[in-house]
């Protein structure tokens, strides 16, 4: 006789295995929350990384790359501390991943924007020392009788050494460059006093700068987009009367 358990048997035993669900799908506010999360955590990362660069001493631009690298990492930091933000949270794993998606997106949409703010820093910067020069110059001019050439002598007077820093008094070939700028004399080449002129051009033109920038006497300063970098030849002969000036 068959004594096994019918189907429809109620001493049957029972299955102990635990029931599985699926895991819920992600909704859209998850999804729109990790984005802007992921996003604000890039921004706040990038931020925090120039700062401390600057404050670091690598302000100038020409550790560019270093501070990009810098920067990328401690997003990455962030996008870590996302990830068990979200786990300790009970977000789905899509929702994360789609997060992180977004965040690599985002640096890539952003980061076409970086070379254009690094040439915005660097004219910005240039346009600073340059009148700096201009009244460290006036200064030479009126404790000497003469304004000084080279530019660099400018240090050597206890007056205007507080305009002018040693990076710049030495920034006169590219390979000295100031924040991507070098500086040169144009076709007064002897101290004079009546006139001086100094040229700011870029040490990689559309990498470290546009405008070639141009400063005299009169204190006003000039710039122009000569298509490429002035060479110091260049300088003792270039008419810059009608360039346009620089706001």
């Not at 546009?210 to 002035?230: A, C, E, P, W």
């Amino acid at each position: 006789m068959d004594t096994s358990a019918k189907p429809d048997d109620p001493d049957r035993e029972k299955s102990t295995a635990p029931e599985t669900t699926a895991a819920p799908a992600p909704s859209r506010r998850d999804f729109y929350a990790t984005t802007v999360l992921a996003t604000l955590l890039m921004a706040l990362f990038g931020w925090l990384g120039g700062y401390l660069l600057r404050s670091g001493g690598y302000g100038d631009m020409d550790n560019f790359l270093i501070g990009l690298i810098f920067a990328v990492t401690l997003a990455g930091v962030g996008g870590g501390v996302l990830l068990i933000f979200l786990a300790r949270r009970g977000r789905p794993v899509a929702v994360k991943l789609t997060g992180l998606f977004f965040l690599f997106i985002w640096s890539f949409i952003a980061l076409p924007g970086v070379v254009p703010a690094k040439i915005a820093s660097n004219e910005s910067f240039t346009i600073g020392s340059l009148k700096n020069f201009a009244t460290a110059q006036e200064i030479s001019r009126k404790n000497t009788g003469a304004y000084a050439y080279p530019f660099s002598n400018l240090r050597n007077l206890p007056e205007t050494r507080r305009w002018i820093d040693s990076e710049m008094a030495a920034a006169d070939r590219p390979d000295a460059a100031d924040q991507g700028y070098y500086f040169m004399h144009g076709n007064i080449r002897a101290p004079s006093p009546d006139s001086f002129d100094i040229f700011a051009t870029p040490v990689r033109y559309g990498r470290d700068g546009v405008n070639t920038y141009f400063i005299d006497q009169r204190g006003v300063i000039l710039m122009k987009d000569l298509r490429r970098s002035l060479t110091p030849e260049e300088a003792l002969t270039i008419d810059a009367s009608n360039w346009d000036v620089a706001q």
